[in-house]
């Protein structure tokens, strides 16, 4: 299958810091990335819809201007978690679209808030 | 009721035997389905795509889709330790933007 990268796979920072998170097709272009967080247990929980050379739809509840979206090329999307909180500490996983509709997802950032 | 019901285990079988896991959903207009395995803390797995009813198999893993009975089923043969996992169902319509609605995802356990 297609590959899917993140970096960093993981992430210690300070309450009040900006944290981005690179997420890149490897071995194809992807017009389509999709972010999403999953707590500990929990299903994934899609947070927004990235769009290459448009802006990302947000999913409803998240804050746009908390996640910030930048999906600069069709191998690249990140997302910057902004004035980051402990709140916000959870596990971001991107997914890529191909153009046979099959996402595949990269193996995700653990974000710890201190 | 959630567009996608899937039975959160655990799932527990002893080492070769057949693991079956199945989804039932609510909206016909779902396109494609997919299985997805998910070690702990790691990002999910695609394991198959599939877009109309009938089966396709790949290996050990056999997926099925029923779509008049709203219905896909993953059969994984001579299971082994190393599928212990969450596995989790997903489909989309193109309609939706090809978001993935995910079931919430059984785990299972293969004992040696």
């Known amino acids: 299958g297609a590959v899917v990268s993140q970096h960093p796979s993981r992430v210690i920072c300070k309450s009040g810091t900006s944290v981005k998170i690179e997420c890149r097709s490897l071995?194809?272009?992807?017009?389509?990335m999709f972010w999403y967080r999953q707590f500990p247990k929990q299903s994934l929980m899609l947070m927004a819809t990235?769009?290459?050379?448009?802006?990302?739809?947000?999913e409803q509840g998240v804050e746009k201007d908390k996640f910030l979206i930048n999906h600069a090329s069709l191998t690249l999307s990140t997302l910057t978690v902004t004035s980051a909180h402990p709140e916000d500490s959870s596990f971001y996983i991107c997914?890529?679209?191909?153009?046979?509709?099959?996402?595949?997802f990269g193996p995700g950032t653990r974000l710890t808030v201190l | 009721q959630k567009e996608v019901e899937q039975d959160p285990g655990p799932l527990s079988v002893p080492e070769g035997a057949i693991v079956s896991l199945n989804c039932t959903y609510s909206?016909?207009?779902?396109?494609?389905f997919m299985w997805y395995r998910q070690y702990s803390r790691k990002g999910p797995e695609l394991l198959m795509y599939?877009?109309?009813?009938g089966n396709k198999e790949d290996g050990r893993f056999t997926a099925q889709v029923d779509k008049s009975s709203k219905y896909i089923s993953l059969f994984i043969r001579d299971s082994q330790p190393s599928d212990s996992a969450t596995y989790l169902c997903?489909?989309?319509?193109?309609?939706?933007?090809?978001?993935?609605?995910f079931g919430g995802g059984t785990r299972v356990l293969v004992k040696p």
């Open positions: 997914s890529a679209l191909t153009s046979k509709n099959e996402q595949f």
């Open positions: 071995d194809f272009q992807a017009t389509t």
């Open positions: 990235s769009n290459e050379g448009s802006k990302a739809t947000y």
């Open positions: 909206n016909s207009a779902f396109q494609y």
């Open positions: 599939t877009y109309s009813s």
């Open positions: 997903a489909m989309i319509t193109e309609a939706a933007g090809n978001k993935l609605t």
